[in-house]
């Protein structure tokens, strides 16, 4: 299928002698033409960032949607702006079928297209753009068959992760057929699930059809309680998108790091409100996880947890993020399969907003195993306001330091309380 689409867009730049790029509908790379010659101002950073990332930023698409191009039913001329790294105008092509868009087809001007008739109002475009369009037409076609097959994938695997333990035989049954009829899936493959959270489905019920190497399927799910779907809870209605990825062998899981990656870049993957730190911060970035292997369908619902949980992890702790593999949390392995609840008595007045300088000194000095000087160190700060610090801490807690099970305590406490 990606073949299919490297040829339509040769066709539009044979037919219009112009380097052609084609973009999904959340501006996702499918496939982009040669850029002939020696000129190194044939690109400019927008496009050349969009090929090397394989998706253009959030910024540069809200720039080129207050064109109107999601609403175009015929080209559009896109003028330069040096000021948003735009050095060259293009001419858009919108990539619709029966009236849907499901992406967009973007040519370079360097000059030699100011003239082209676009057609519209009553004038009929230049036949080479007449051309274009018909060519677009196709990959619209081609688009929404795999839309469509995206879509039911998407809710069988869906189907599967919410199911309860009696139907998963059955469900894992349906996504075995229907993987293999999509996309002749061999039984056995090792697979795996990436979690990335939080996930935006404002713009659509379903998740785009998956357009990575090794991505099978993806649906969007909510979360409960504490980001665990088997509770809910008041976090319902933050949602997670769950990628279904074929490895190459199971302790191999380059794929879905490179999956999460690209996913993550995703315009949906904008962070929206998420559970706060211990010093009641609200993190806004996005983070994702990825469970463990599996060759087994019935399986995947664990893995999916797993995924979800090491995705929680990274967004509340920074040195396991963005993107954290289940096997690599650690201690928040633990942490986040314990339920919600409240904090602790003891440390519940240090997670007050007005502490949050004292809660940051306290998971320091622990997570430094209790060494001052590592830990002054490491917060830029004078031992003794350290001491201080710690010494505020202990009376506002009613903890002692000193005291392995107090330590322990107020560790759990202030980790549990990021997630």
């Known amino acids: 299928m990606r073949g299919d689409y490297q040829q339509l867009v040769d066709e539009i730049s044979a037919a219009l002698g112009a380097p052609a790029t084609l973009e ?38 809200a720039w080129f949607e207050a064109f109107g191009i999601a609403r175009a039913t015929s080209p559009l001329r896109i003028p330069p702006d040096p000021a948003a790294g735009v050095f060259k105008g293009r001419i858009c092509l919108p990539v619709r079928h029966r009236g849907v868009v499901h992406g967009y087809v973007w040519l370079l001007d360097d000059g030699h297209l100011t003239d ?26 081609l688009l929404a068959d795999e839309s469509r097959a995206g879509s039911e ?24 057929d229907a993987l293999r009829d999509t996309l002749r899936f061999t039984p056995g493959t090792p697979l795996t699930l990436v979690a990335v959270l939080p996930w935006d489905t404002a713009a659509t019920d379903t998740a785009p059809l998956p357009s990575l190497p090794g991505l099978l399927a993806a649906c969007p799910l909510p979360v409960g309680d504490a980001g665990r779907p088997d509770r809910p809870g008041p976090g319902a209605a933050e949602s997670a998108l769950a990628g279904l990825v074929r490895l190459r062998q199971t302790g191999s899981p380059a794929p879905a790091h490179t999956a999460a990656d ?26 994702a996880g990825i469970g463990l292997a599996t060759r087994e369908l019935a399986e995947l619902p664990a893995s999916w947890q797993q995924a979800l949980d090491a995705a929680r992890a990274a967004r509340a702790e920074p040195r396991l993020g963005p993107v954290a593999e289940w096997d690599g949390l650690g201690a928040y392995r633990l942490l986040t399969a314990l339920p919600a609840a409240a904090p602790d008595p003891s440390v519940g007045p240090l997670l007050a ?67």
């Open 24 to 61: 999904d509908r959340d501006f996702g790379l499918i496939a982009f033409g040669a850029h002939e010659g020696e000129d190194d101002e044939v690109m400019d950073p927008v496009r050349t960032r969009s090929i090397l990332q394989r998706r253009s930023s959030a910024a540069v698409r």
């Open 153 to 176: 994938l998407a809710q069988v695997l869906r189907e599967l992760l919410t199911s309860r333990a009696a139907g998963r035989a059955a469900a894992a049954a349906a996504l075995r």
């Open 262 to 287: 690209h996913l993550l870049r995703s315009p949906r993957a904008a962070a929206g409100p998420a559970a706060g730190g211990p010093a009641g911060t609200r993190p806004t970035r996005g983070a």
């Open 353 to 419: 907003p007005a502490h949050a300088e004292l809660a940051r000194t306290a998971e320091a000095f622990l997570d430094c195993a209790g060494q001052a000087s590592r830990t002054a160190q490491q917060l830029g700060i004078h031992r003794q306001t350290l001491y201080y610090r710690l010494a505020r801490v202990e009376k506002l807690t009613g903890l002692d330091l000193d005291e392995g099970a107090d330590r322990l305590l107020l560790h759990m406490a202030l980790k549990a309380a990021r997630l």
């Open 116 to 141: 082209l008739a676009l057609g519209g109002a009553g004038t009929p475009p230049d036949p080479r753009m007449a051309q274009a369009m018909e060519t677009a037409a196709r990959i619209g076609a």
